[in-house]
């Protein structure tokens, strides 16, 4: 194997699994939740049109209202937050609440390890990288987040390894 150019420690905690996860839903799922936004307020607009228009009462339009609201906060808001509530369920009971990780990088791609298990990658899987406050996001081709703790590096730097996915 080559040798380490790079070795990134940090402990997964929920919080820094949280800012990953924002990110990441950030880039994916706010396009799904924009159009179904804008099909959502579309649908109420035409409904509240039809029970002005029709002479329906403006009871019923603040019951269309107060059901438009609820489905806009359970798309936006709900559906976001359950998701990252159950991954990190999953993810801490494979791995325990908080685990500690270890990612060597090489040449040619990198090594992540945990207590219980380790996963290698090539630079070519890597898809794109995401960027938040305290860490980088390596997001693969098969859909997994590779997080990388800016402030983790116990040995070589970020910028050694952005040249290498760079090429």
Known sequence: MNEPIA????????????????RVSKENYAGFAKKVTWIVLAAWLIMAVLTVVLGQGYSLLLIESVVTAAVLLWVNLYLPWDKRRRAWKTLSEQVGEASERTIRFTETGFTIETESRSLSAAYTEVESVL??????????????????????FTAGHWADIAQLLQS
């Open 131 to 152: 960027e938040t406050d305290r860490l980088y996001i390596l997001l693969l081709e098969n859909g997994t987040g590779i997080l990388v703790d800016k402030q983790g």
């Open 7 to 22: 070795e990134n420690r940090y402990t997964l905690t929920k919080a820094l699994f949280d800012e990953g996860m924002k």
